[in-house]
Nanobody, 118 residues
Framework: QVQLVESGGGLVQAGGSLRLSCVAS????????IGWYRQAPGKQRELVAD???????SYADSVKGRFTVSRDNSKNTAYLQMNSLKPDDTAVYYC????????????WGQGTQVTVSS
C-alpha cells in the first residue's frame, strides 16, 4: 500500500501563497493518480485537485484558477501550488493515491495545516 507524507503548510495572510508537497514511498508512485484533499473544522474531507498518472489535472470549482497540482515522478512527489489564498482555504490538507474509480487507496497521513488569516 502506498504511503504518502504531506508538508509545506503554514500560516499565511489572505492573498498569499504556499506550496505543499506530497512524498510517496515505494516504486509505484508513477502509476497512480494523486489527489489533494482538505478538511476544515466541522466539515467533511473534500477533494480539491487531482493529477492523473499521465499528468491530466482537475480542480474543484472553489480553487480553480488559484491552485495548481503537479508531479515529479523522479522524486516520487506531488505538489499543490496555492495562490491568492483566502480564509476559506484554511484546513488540514492531505494527499492520497487514487484508484481506478477515483477513490483514495493509500494510507491517510497526518496532513499539513494551512491557516489563512484575513
Amino acid at each position: 500500500q502506498v504511503q504518502l507524507v504531506e508538508s509545506g503548510g503554514g500560516l499565511v495572510q489572505a492573498g498569499g501563497s504556499l506550496r505543499l508537497s506530497c512524498v510517496a514511498s515505494g516504486s509505484t508512485f508513477s502509476v497512480y493518480a494523486i489527489g489533494w484533499y482538505r478538511q476544515a473544522p466541522g466539515k467533511q474531507r473534500e477533494l480539491v485537485a487531482d493529477i492523473s498518472a499521465s499528468g491530466v489535472t482537475s480542480y474543484a470549482d472553489s480553487v480553480k484558477g488559484r491552485f495548481t497540482v503537479s508531479r515529479d515522478n523522479s522524486k516520487n512527489t506531488a505538489y499543490l501550488q496555492m495562490n491568492s489564498l483566502k480564509p476559506d482555504d484554511t484546513a488540514v490538507y492531505y494527499c492520497n493515491a487514487l484508484g481506478g474509480l477515483g477513490q483514495p487507496v493509500g494510507s491517510w497521513g497526518q496532513g499539513t495545516q494551512v491557516t489563512v488569516s484575513s
